[in-house]
């Protein structure tokens, strides 16, 4: 069996800031309200009439993957790309990256696993390595909430959340044993599905339902409960992130960079405390880009690396929680 490693990361996020004041301008709330509920600044938004979407932002965080895996599109076996915000209800956005990066007719596949989409696609990465199957796979997270937030006061509770943006990483084979993802846990509780979700349009609600749609009927916009969600978080986080360390009989000490999915900083901070995490140990970013949902990890990665805060052999923990309920983690050795 062969190992895999990440060999190039990148991100991209549109150059639109919007700053809490700016959302303050169109909906009742505050800089304080945000900063102290979710640590947030500011985010991106893609700019009304622009031409960029997931699978726009996905090319460009990929193509600066690729370039710095030290490879060509030509070398990239398989595609998967997490979103829930997609171009179109069908096809995914896989077909579109092999399609914008011209690329061969490699294999594409989408995940729809939100906030965790990146761990979950990155767990199916990983066993078409281990297999041997593939040698090269571009994962991908991107995310266009922007369009479809409810930005009026009625919709402050999630819309000052979510921001715009994509990562990526290639995935390749390694045949060292002692590099890179030694193991991956995914779970879901699918009860919980009406606690995060974007109920319409779906082919349950479709036209005409939606052509005449009434004002107030806000199932075309994401729902959170905010508060139930977040105490699930916090428990669900701390158990998989166990279940990681106690896989690889690590404990938390042994944690060089954890990267949160970065939902809510509160969260994260919750976390961090719990294990007794260093601030050297811990890697957010939402207070830039908000929550970026399948984006998020990776965007937050590709930071960290840049920043020189991943080194040779350092024990790199991702975990993720959101909408499904899905969870999971991933822990690497760089
Ligand atoms: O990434 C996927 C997973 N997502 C998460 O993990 C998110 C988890 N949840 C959260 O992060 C938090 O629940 C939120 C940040 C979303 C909300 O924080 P909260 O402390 O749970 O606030 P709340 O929803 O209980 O609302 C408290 C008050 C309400 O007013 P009243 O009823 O107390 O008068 C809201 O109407 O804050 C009000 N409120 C706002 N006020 C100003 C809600 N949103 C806003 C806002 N600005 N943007």
Redesign the pocket.
């Known amino acids: 069996m062969y190992n895999s490693k990440i060999t190039g990361l990148g991100f991209y996020v549109p150059d639109n800031i919007v700053t809490n004041d700016d959302?303050s301008k169109i909906?009742?709330?505050?800089d304080e309200?945000?900063q102290e509920?979710?640590g947030i600044k500011e985010r991106r938004w893609i700019k009304e009439g622009s031409n960029e979407t997931s699978a726009t932002m996905g090319a460009k965080a990929a193509e600066t993957a690729i370039e710095r895996a030290g490879l060509t599109t030509d070398d990239i076996d398989f595609i998967i790309f997490a979103t829930l915000s997609p171009d179109y209800y069908f096809p995914g956005c896989g077909v579109q990256i092999q399609d914008m990066l011209g690329m061969k007719t490699v294999g594409a596949l989408d995940v729809r696993n939100?906030?965790s989409g990146f761990v979950y696609a990155m767990s199916a990465a990983d066993q078409f390595i281990k297999t041997g199957m593939y040698k090269n796979i571009l994962v991908i997270g991107s995310e266009y909430h922007s369009n479809g937030l409810d930005k009026t006061t009625r919709g402050?509770?999630?819309?000052?959340?979510f921001g715009d943006g994509a990562g990526a990483c290639v995935l390749s084979r390694t045949e060292d044993n002692n590099k890179g993802i030694l193991s991956s846990h995914l779970h879901s509780e699918g009860r919980f599905a009406d606690k995060?979700i974007v109920e319409s349009p779906s082919i349950k609600h479709w036209v005409p339902e939606i052509l005449n749609a009434e004002e107030e009927d806000v199932s075309y916009f994401p729902y959170?409960d905010?508060?139930f969600?977040?105490k699930n978080?916090v428990v669900r986080f701390s158990e998989v992130i166990m279940e990681a360390l106690a896989t690889n009989k690590m404990s938390p000490e042994d944690i060089d960079l954890f990267i949160p999915?970065q939902?809510?900083l509160?969260?994260a901070q919750f976390i961090q405390q719990k294990f007794k995490l260093r601030n050297d140990q811990v890697y957010n970013n939402i207070m830039s880009y908000g929550?970026t949902?399948a984006a998020s990890i990776v965007i937050a990665l590709t930071e960290a690396w840049e920043k020189g805060k991943v080194k040779e052999n350092d024990i790199v923990l991702l975990a993720a929680?959101?909408?499904g309920f899905t969870w999971g983690s991933l822990l690497m050795r760089w």
């Not at 909906?27 to 505050?30: E, F, L, N, R, V």
């Not at 402050?156 to 959340?161: D, F, T």
């Open positions: 959302l909906m009742d709330t505050s309200w945000i509920r979710t939100q906030c402050r509770g999630v819309s000052v959340i995060l959170m905010g508060t969600v977040f978080a999915h939902a809510n509160r969260i929550n949902t929680f959101g909408s």
